[in-house]
């Protein structure tokens, strides 16, 4: 059986070509991505017969309208559409299932599943850990390739996941840089929508300066919503602290002041930061604690008692940490006795202690602003070491809430945010002004003279 499939341009020729376990395609809006997704999977299942292969999208109109209304006349003669069950079955046995996933519920029905290949189709719309619990379908022992696509535009829940695998390529542990690439497309690859469509790319050069750099120049560093866009993550510039907020470590001077940050979670994450305080104001987070299993926003099911047993071992070995007096910060709610022994009481018995933060959640995102906003020299007044990955990981993909405009929104991973808005608003600081601090203060160069 052939198929016509048409003339893919050289990005989704390059696409349909790879063979790497994991592919992102896109970065731009208009690139081609959902062609070459319907192209690719028709490809894989006329290829090898008994394949089994899903292709997900959030909602069931968007499956409906971007691939199915298209296959199911492109595929006339060639596979069978069953419409009950949304899937396409091919004369060799093949299959091509539809799905969508919007909700944890959604993301359950796929469990015990088995697929050879899945397609995220604009993967950044969907949770982090939707896709990690559906990827987690693609096995068997079949000789088929095991394979996932992704098709991605920056911003959106899953921004930040896309973001960290495929553009700053930042592997956790079982995670193999060799299997991902990434494959970028812009609206200028897409001929055949230029032609259709001449005025598409004005459209989008007319979009707010945020969203143009992402939709139109397919730039990651920024996304429509994001709370904190100013914060910057640059490994090409982690020893000139002008151009990144995060940072290489470096021994913290001992007259420098530490603080702890804490946020309570068992069944979500607890986060505890460590910070130091230059003599500027300017702080650093050096250490942390963060209670996650490695699925996105699920706890450890830790204890009060097997928490704070973990923050004072920590406490006692870490180098910048060990023998310092410690001022601690922490939510309010610990304080509540109602149910027996307050979380803080426990606390107190591995001798941590905390001042009640201040809860204020606008005026805190605010410290956290004016503490990342660069002065006119260059330098902001919040560092990150680079081993702080729940930071890095969590804070820069908070979305604003769609109620309260000014808020973060509270169903995302936010704990690290919560932690670190106690600590800003213990050491609160006015917006900054041009020329606050002098490239010869530059606390970096301050800490190699006094080691």
Same mark, same amino acid.
């Given at each position: 059986?052939?198929?016509?499939?048409?003339?893919?341009?050289?990005?989704?020729?390059?696409?349909?070509?790879?063979?790497?376990?994991?592919?992102?395609?896109?970065?731009?809006?208009?690139?081609?991505?959902?062609?070459?997704?319907?192209?690719?999977?028709?490809?894989?299942?006329?290829?090898?017969?008994?394949?089994?292969?899903?292709?997900?999208?959030?909602?069931?109109?968007?499956?409906?309208?971007?691939?199915?209304?298209?296959?199911?006349?492109?595929?006339?003669?060639?596979?069978?559409?069953?419409?009950?069950?949304?899937?396409?079955?091919?004369?060799?046995?093949?299959?091509?299932?539809?799905?969508?996933?919007?909700?944890?519920?959604?993301?359950?029905?796929?469990?015990?599943?088995?697929?050879?290949?899945?397609?995220?189709?604009?993967?950044?719309?969907?949770?982090?850990?939707?896709?990690?619990?559906?990827?987690?379908?693609?096995?068997?022992?079949?000789?088929?390739?095991?394979?996932?696509?992704?098709?991605?535009?920056?911003?959106?829940?899953?921004?930040?996941?896309?973001?960290?695998?495929?553009?700053?390529?930042?592997?956790?542990?079982?995670?193999?840089?060799?299997?991902?690439?990434?494959?970028?497309?812009?609206?200028?690859?897409?001929?055949?929508?230029?032609?259709?469509?001449?005025?598409?790319?004005?459209?989008?050069?007319?979009?707010?300066?945020?969203?143009?750099?992402?939709?139109?120049?397919?730039?990651?560093?920024?996304?429509?919503?994001?709370?904190?866009?100013?914060?910057?993550?640059?490994?090409?510039?982690?020893?000139?602290?002008?151009?990144?907020?995060?940072?290489?470590?470096?021994?913290?001077?001992?007259?420098?002041?530490?603080?702890?940050?804490?946020?309570?979670?068992?069944?979500?994450?607890?986060?505890?930061?460590?910070?130091?305080?230059?003599?500027?104001?300017?702080?650093?987070?050096?250490?942390?604690?963060?209670?996650?299993?490695?699925?996105?926003?699920?706890?450890?099911?830790?204890?009060?008692?097997?928490?704070?047993?973990?923050?004072?071992?920590?406490?006692?070995?870490?180098?910048? &940490?060990?023998?310092? $007096?410690?001022?601690?910060?922490? @939510?309010?709610?610990?304080? !509540?006795?109602?149910?027996? %022994? +307050?979380? *803080?009481?426990?606390?107190?018995?591995?001798?941590?202690?905390?001042?009640?933060?201040?809860?204020?959640?606008?005026?805190?995102?605010?410290?956290?602003?004016?503490?990342?906003?660069?002065?006119?020299?260059?330098?902001?007044?919040?560092?990150?070491?680079?081993?702080?990955?729940?930071?890095?990981?969590?804070?820069?993909?908070? &979305?604003?809430?769609? $109620?309260?405009?000014?808020?973060? @929104?509270?169903?995302?991973? !936010?704990?690290?945010?919560? %932690? +670190?808005? *106690?600590?800003?608003?213990?050491?609160?600081?006015?917006?900054?002004?041009?020329?606050?601090?002098?490239?010869?203060?530059?606390?970096?160069?301050?800490?190699?003279?006094?080691?």
């Amino acid at each position: 059986m052939e198929i016509y499939i048409g003339t893919p341009n050289e990005r989704q020729k390059e696409f349909l070509r790879c063979e790497k376990k994991y592919i992102a395609f896109g970065g731009a809006r208009g690139g081609g991505k959902s062609w070459a997704v319907r192209c690719k999977a028709k490809l894989l299942a006329l290829r090898y017969p008994g394949i089994r292969l899903l292709l997900v999208r959030r909602t069931l109109p968007e499956i409906e309208a971007n691939h199915l209304t298209f296959l199911r006349r492109e595929l006339a003669g060639a596979a069978v559409y069953r419409a009950g069950e949304r899937r396409f079955v091919f004369a060799n046995g093949s299959s091509l299932q539809f799905g969508y996933c919007g909700s944890d519920r959604d993301a359950e029905r796929y469990q015990g599943a088995e697929y050879d290949v899945i397609f995220f189709d604009e993967a950044t719309q969907l949770q982090e850990r939707w896709m990690r619990q559906l990827a987690a379908c693609v096995r068997g022992v079949n000789g088929f390739p095991k394979r996932i696509y992704y098709t991605c535009n920056p911003g959106g829940p899953g921004h930040g996941y896309i973001k960290r695998l495929f553009i700053d390529r930042r592997y956790e542990p079982g995670e193999n840089g060799e299997d991902y690439v990434f494959i970028p497309a812009r609206v200028t690859d897409n001929r055949v929508l230029l032609a259709r469509q001449p005025e598409y790319v004005k459209q989008l050069e007319a979009l707010p300066p945020k969203l143009r750099a992402a939709w139109l120049e397919g730039k990651w560093d920024v996304l429509a919503g994001q709370v904190f866009q100013e914060f910057t993550d640059d490994p090409a510039h982690y020893e000139d602290r002008r151009y990144s907020h995060v940072i290489r470590p470096f021994r913290i001077p001992r007259e420098w002041n530490v603080y702890r940050s804490y946020d309570f979670g068992y069944a979500k994450p607890f986060s505890c930061g460590w910070w130091a305080v230059d003599h500027d104001g300017c702080v650093y987070r050096i250490a942390e604690l963060y209670g996650c299993t490695g699925t996105p926003d699920e706890g450890v099911l830790w204890t009060p008692e097997k928490q704070f047993a973990e923050i004072r071992r920590i406490e006692e070995e870490h180098p910048d &940490l060990r023998g310092r $007096t410690i001022h601690g910060v922490a @939510d309010p709610a610990i304080w !509540d006795a109602s149910r027996g %022994e +307050s979380i *803080y009481e426990t606390a107190l018995r591995h001798r941590i202690y905390f001042v009640k933060g201040d809860n204020q959640r606008i005026p805190g995102w605010m410290q956290m602003h004016y503490r990342m906003a660069f002065d006119g020299e260059g330098y902001p007044m919040l560092y990150v070491f680079e081993n702080c990955r729940a930071f890095i990981r969590t804070v820069p993909g908070l &979305l604003y809430s769609g $109620t309260a405009p000014e808020d973060v @929104d509270t169903s995302q991973e !936010d704990h690290v945010a919560d %932690e +670190s808005r *106690y600590f800003c608003m213990m050491r609160p600081i006015a917006p900054r002004t041009a020329e606050v601090r002098q490239i010869g203060d530059d606390p970096l160069n301050m800490a190699k003279k006094i080691f």
